[in-house]
């Protein structure tokens, strides 16, 4: 149980572009989601925390207009990069929590190469 | 503000060997702490977790972690190592109460030679 997909697993885009990042919690509900970058050997960087049915909460240096993130339902959660530019190119990690013990369950990951 | 520190960004061990990953923490309330296990372009899976109960905690995979207060560390430990064990290993302390949000420390990434 528990299980957490991203899709897609890789995307590469031009420049200028905008992706979009998938996140589901596949057997369970998930009011809050979170969202981390990862830059190659590094740790992971929380975005921001997304809740289902209110505006995603971004931290500090956290552009909210470029990482557009909805929570549309119990389930999914997406991640939009918008205008997307080399510089964002990263591996892009969610995680869904589980409501009874607020325990996090991460996703596979998407790579995104913006050339 | 609550923070974890690794010491040691690769750690190298024969397999059969003692692994003994090095976290600790700064934190000014009783922290919730994680260890997490990151094989490459995966995402993160939860090896163990101490929540204020018992100080030893054991995990998956034959690792375990003791919480020590007075020395603000909580290490990763297996006492014979083995080289599906060769990931990238993260420390992580939740700040606020539970797992409301996590902070990570930079990762050690575990080699295991034959």
């Known amino acids: 149980g528990a299980v957490v997909s991203q899709h897609p697993s890789w995307v590469i885009c031009k420049s200028g572009t905008s992706v979009k990042i998938e996140c589901r919690s596949l057997?369970?509900?998930?009011?809050?989601m979170f969202w981390y970058r990862q830059f190659p050997k590094q740790s992971l960087m929380l975005m921001a925390t997304?809740?289902?049915?209110?505006?995603?909460?971004?931290e500090q240096g956290v552009e909210k207009d470029k990482f557009l993130i909805n929570h549309a339902s119990l389930t999914l959660s997406t991640l939009t990069v918008t205008s997307a530019h080399p510089e964002d190119s990263s591996f892009y990690i969610c995680?869904?929590?589980?409501?009874?013990?607020?325990?996090?369950?991460f996703g596979p990951g998407t790579r995104l190469t913006v050339l | 503000a609550q923070s974890v520190t690794q010491l040691g960004s690769h750690v190298s061990v024969s397999e059969g060997a003692l692994v003994l990953l090095r976290c600790n923490y700064s934190?000014?309330?009783?922290?919730?702490l994680f260890w997490y296990v990151q094989y490459p372009n995966q995402g993160l899976q939860l090896l163990l977790k101490y929540t204020s109960a018992a100080t030893l905690v054991k995990g998956i995979n034959g690792f375990e972690a003791e919480f020590k207060k007075s020395e603000t560390s909580f290490h990763l430990t297996k006492p014979s190592a083995h080289m599906s064990d060769a990931a990238e290993y993260f420390c992580?302390?939740?700040?606020?109460?539970?797992?409301?949000?996590?902070?990570f420390g930079t990762g050690t990434r575990l080699l295991v030679s034959p």
């Open positions: 992580a302390v939740s700040v606020n109460t539970g797992f409301q949000k996590l902070v």
């Open positions: 997304s809740n289902e049915g209110s505006k995603a909460t971004y």
């Open positions: 057997d369970f509900q998930a009011t809050t």
């Open positions: 934190s000014s309330v009783p922290p919730y």
């Open positions: 995680s869904a929590q589980l409501a009874w013990n607020n325990e996090q369950f």
